[in-house]
């Protein structure tokens, strides 16, 4: 028996909120960004089911060696895998065996391309005021006159999150007219927060990623996503306490009144921010439970004093998930759902519903 925390992810929840961004859509193309292990949940079990499930057949990585491994997951040749890093003289050859497709990042990058994939598709990855990845919108006219076979136009909104920052429309503006040099290409703008947003952000292809797993990308909770994740760590102890003691490291949650303590195996080791110590909150056994003093590495105590039975050893806590939304949490952190999954580490055992 696992002892330790573990993370139950629901397929058929991720495959329920690929399906839901589709329709909120309409026309557009889906794809799924399955990045950094697909935000930290397992690459290889999630982009299998969205290709099986839901016909998912444009995903997107960060590094060529992310889309070697995706590749060998999906075992087919037919999806597309584009990689935001573009290729260079290293990389090269794992682009062109596994079949993966570059967005290019800068004039070098294109320059590479045709000289030494001559005709074989890529991306073009227009900066538009992110200022981060992407080639400079006075390099766009150059690389487009090169004899490049471009699928994809796309940019990348840096105010997602407040749909109505003035940002949002003044990138989607540059984007139309950069990216007209690509006639053919499609075009492609919005992460999970463009895709829920007013339809003129939508172009082609949408690139979801956070929305899938369960996190909102706006500063607000968006129900429309469903939860498709959940933290959760056993009780191992508990510890009826006297008023006056105190709990773990720098004594900081004094008992005001006799109180009950059960303690959670999970702990920051295991990517739990600290900052939810004395402000966030477990749900036990459905009712919630206030985190009673610090998070230390392994451990997190909760006051199970108003619970309406106390729980037992080997009873389960929830950190987030079907009764707590992860935006919650997240907020509780001072995180966002991206980091806090990202974050969840390696001694948390992923289990796929
Ligand atoms: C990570 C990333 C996405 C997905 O973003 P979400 O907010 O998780 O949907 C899409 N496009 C680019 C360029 C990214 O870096």
Redesign the pocket.
Known sequence: MHRGPWADIDLNAICANFAMIRSAVRGAKMSA?V?CDAYGLGMAPIARALAEREQCDVF?VVYPEEGVRLREALNAAEPVIYV?DGPNEQTLPLFEKHNLTPTLNSLDEAKLWTARMNGAPAGVHIDTGMNRRGAAINDIADIARLDLNITLAMS?LACGATPAHPKNRRQREMFIDAAAHFPGARLSLS???GALMDPEFHFDLV?????LYGGT?FEIDDQRIAPAVALRAPIVQLHSLPLGETVGYGATFIAQRETLIATAAIGYGDGFPRAGGNRHQAVVNGARAPIAGRISMDFITLDVTDLEAPPRLGDMAEFFGPGMRLHETAKNCAMAP?DLLTGLGARVDRRYL
Do not use: E, L, N, Q
């Open positions: 960004v990045k997107f935001f990348h992460a999970s927060a690139r979801p990623g956070i929305a990308p991206y």
